[in-house]
T-cell receptor, first 114, second 112 residues
Framework: KAGVTQTPRYLIKTRGQQVTLSCSPI?????VSWYQQTPGQGLQFLFE???????NKGNFPGRFSGRQFSNSRSEMNVSTLELGDSALYLC?????????????FGAGSRLTVL | AQSVSQHNHHVILSEAASLELGCNYS??????LFWYVQYPGQHLQLLLK??????LVKGIKGFEAEFIKSKFSFNLRKPSVQWSDTAEYFC??????????FGTGTRLKVLA
């Protein structure tokens, strides 16, 4: 079955702009979580959605937001971009039951802020 | 605040050497523990996990990890590494709030 799909794969923005990233989870997975990956910082948890509800949120400023649609697809938005927002943004999905808490990751969206 | 520490940021080994990557976490309650791996050019993928039961868990490609509750540790081991094990390895923990916390990663380079 198809994996986790993230679009766009690469994008370049300038400071002050905003960006929207998209994630389509594995079919049947209802949980979608987002992570920021930077060298030296590892993966930092942004937020997690389950059945269109934000279930958990990491320690990021309010400029970072997300949502989940009824088909489990998710988007994250970053407003008023800063240079420090340059990173690889990873989306992961997980199922319920026996597969719960095991993440399947997408390839990521690499954001460069100039 | 909950945290995960990976002690080695870069490790270089020759093929057939033994590997042990350290991981310590700070949360004192019930945890689920994971190791994920990112091979060059590939997605992050699950290497192994511990939820409960036998504290020695085995994963793919000959990797294993031991959960030592008293030491808050979940170290990753492999008795004999191969060149194809070159990758970045991430330890992670989920606490009761279902918030994944990852370590900063360890880059392993295996010399042929």
């Amino acid at each position: 079955k198809a994996g986790v799909t993230q679009t766009p794969r690469y994008l370049i923005k300038t400071r002050g702009q905003q960006v929207t990233l998209s994630c389509s989870p594995i079919s049947g997975h209802r949980s979608v979580s987002w992570y920021q990956q930077t060298p030296g910082q590892g993966l930092q948890f942004l937020f997690e959605y389950f059945s269109e509800t934000q279930r958990n949120k990491g320690n990021f400023p309010g400029r970072f937001s997300g949502r989940q649609f009824s088909n489990s697809r998710s988007e994250m938005n970053v407003s008023t971009l800063e240079l420090g927002d340059s990173a690889l943004y990873l989306c992961a999905s997980s199922s319920t039951g026996a597969g719960a808490n095991v993440l399947t990751f997408g390839a990521g969206s690499r954001l460069t802020v100039l | 605040a909950q945290s995960v520490s990976q002690h080695n940021h870069h490790v270089i080994l020759s093929e057939a050497a033994s590997l042990e990557l350290g991981c310590n976490y700070s949360y004192g309650g019930t945890v689920n523990l994971f190791w994920y791996v990112q091979y060059p050019g590939q997605h992050l993928q699950l290497l192994l996990k511990y939820f409960s039961g036998d504290p020695l868990v085995k994963g793919i490609k000959g990797f294993e990890a031991e959960f030592i509750k008293s030491k808050f540790s979940f170290n990753l081991r492999k008795p004999s590494v191969q060149w194809s094990d070159t990758a970045e390895y991430f330890c992670a923990v989920i606490s009761g709030t279902y918030k994944y916390i990852f370590g900063t990663g360890t880059r392993l380079k295996v010399l042929a």
